[in-house]
């Protein structure tokens, strides 16, 4: 399959692909989706099928106007609002009631749908020009490294998809923050692009975070993924020392501080910025899984604003070698 430029000419292409059931890796602001049509489930299965995506983990809708989340989903409370005034376009994604023109497949059969308004002009375009709220998920492999460049996600699903649109890197560079709203609480269900603390400064109030496994309602809910082929260990919890003989690549944060022959380094930020970080995490992951190591070992990165979402990623990444 052939990149092709993100213009107006080759967006028309791609919502054509979109109008008539085809598959698009298209970029945001976070990471590059395969999207289809979410008001087809015949083109929403082949997502899944693409990508070897359980399909009980649901996908995200992604819309370019509030007049078209009318259409999908039902605001039910005040704190909807504040969110979508003040973060919409950009990385947060709203778990929301849905209306029954919604297939089942794109929600897991759950009476909920996960939706989010984009903060890139590819996306919004491509949304208009399709006339559908367009289901997309990460465009990579269930499970693998998500794509932050079209290279990324032509290399890991080449021709199973109909087009792909370059827009670049993503400025994020990783996935949104989701949350799930009620008139009593508001639940964090995966840390994003969006920090927390922008979030509760809007609200005024606390986010919840609670252990819901079980209830898969939105996407970044399992305990593994986002993982690369090698193995991935936090630099905390092992002894260097019995690695010396191996190829061993680093992820650091901004500086060097150990004494071992590191085949690759890679720093998140040497300048210590958190933005730059979240930008960087799965580029460099991508690139180490192309460097020959035997292993990957990384920093703990402090939990606080996009730091949390970073740490999420990797704990998740961890946690499929653990």
Known sequence: MSIYKANHKNILLAADEIKHGGLVGFPTETVYGLGADGMN???????????????FNPLILHINSVEQLDSIAKINNAKTNILINNFWPGPLTLVLKKKECIPDIVTAGNDTVAVRMPANKTALELIYLAETPIAAPSANVFGKLSPTTAFHVEEQLGDKVDVILDGGKCK????????????????????????????ETALNEKIIRKNISEEIISPGL???????????????????????????????????????????????????????????????LHEFENANLDLIVCEKINPVGLGSAIMDRLEKAVNKYS
């Open 41 to 55: 489930s015949t083109a929403v299965a082949k997502i899944f099928e693409t990508k070897n995506r359980p399909t």
């Open 172 to 199: 994020v560079g990783v996935e949104s923050t989701i949350l799930k709203i009620s008139e009593n609480e508001v639940i964090l269900l995966r840390p994003g692009g969006l920090s927390v603390e922008k979030i």
């Open 222 to 284: 399992l305990k593994s993924h986002y993982a690369p082929e090698i193995p991935i260990r936090f630099i905390d919890d092992i002894n260097l020392d019995d690695y010396r003989n191996q190829n061993v690549g680093v992820l650091l944060f901004d500086r060097n501080s150990y004494n071992f022959d590191f085949k690759e380094i890679k720093y998140l930020s040497k300048n210590g910025q958190l933005r730059e970080a979240a930008a960087n995490l799965f580029v460099y």
